[in-house]
């Protein structure tokens, strides 16, 4: 990770990096995960189930060739360094 890369050559940051990941990736969800002072956190905001949800309802507005439908919405889910998932 890049800061770590400079605080290994002697870079003085004046306040302590505090980095927010978005979408739950796996590699961010490591460095969570092994406690990285510096990775606050990220938001699983569940593509997949996204995606499926908007191909699920394009489905159904083209086969009823309705204008509008209800909406779906899928909460996201955060994951902080406390240890909290």
């Known amino acids: 990770m890049a800061i770590t890369y400079l605080i290994k050559d002697g870079y003085i940051f004046v306040a302590s990096p ?3 990941g978005y979408d ?5 969800k490591e460095y969570i995960y092994a406690d ?4 606050a ?4 905001a569940h593509i997949a189930e ?5 191909l699920l309802l394009m489905h159904k507005l ?3 060739r309705q ?5 779906q919405l899928i909460t996201p889910h955060a994951i902080r360094r ?3 998932h």
């Open 18 to 20: 505090q980095i927010v």
């Open 24 to 28: 739950g990736i796996s590699e961010i």
């Open 36 to 39: 990285d002072p510096y990775i």
């Open 41 to 44: 956190g990220t938001v699983d």
């Open 50 to 54: 996204q995606a499926k949800a908007a």
């Open 62 to 64: 083209l086969r009823s």
């Open 67 to 71: 204008r509008r439908s209800e909406i």
């Open 82 to 84: 406390s240890g909290t």
